[in-house]
């Protein structure tokens, strides 16, 4: 059974950090790309950072310079650390890996705000 589970949203206020992690069972985890996407009230979901197999990263505009998206192999877990959080990043954050198939997590809610 495939599982892709995040942890670790929250509130924050702007300009803190706050870090998700997102661990995988069921599949040969080295193999996938994982990607981080998020999701806003009345929004579509867009893609936040990616890493490849071979740990190549990517970033949308948006993010990039405050999150790093990184893996640990040996645990089979994706981190995505997010600082300088702004109130334009509430949303609920999905990870998803991808090789022959792609997986969804269930996602978590980040909510920043004063």
């Known amino acids: 059974q495939v599982q892709l589970v995040e942890s670790g949203g929250g509130l924050s206020q702007p300009g803190g950090s706050l870090r998700l992690s997102c661990a995988a069972s069921?599949?040969?985890?080295?193999?996938?790309?994982v990607s981080w996407y998020r999701q806003a009230p009345g929004k579509q979901r867009e893609l936040v950072a990616s890493?490849?197999?071979?740990?190549?990263?990517s970033y949308a505009d948006s993010v990039k310079a405050r999150f790093t998206i990184s893996r640990d192999n040996a645990k089979n877990t994706v981190v995505l650390q997010m600082n300088s959080l702004k109130t334009e990043d509430t949303a609920v954050y999905y990870c998803?890996?991808?090789?022959?198939?792609?997986?969804w997590g269930q996602g978590t809610q980040v909510t920043v705000s004063s």
């Open positions: 069921g599949i040969n985890f080295r193999m996938y790309a």
């Open positions: 998803s890996a991808i090789w022959t198939q792609r997986y």
């Open positions: 890493i490849t197999s071979g740990g190549s990263t």
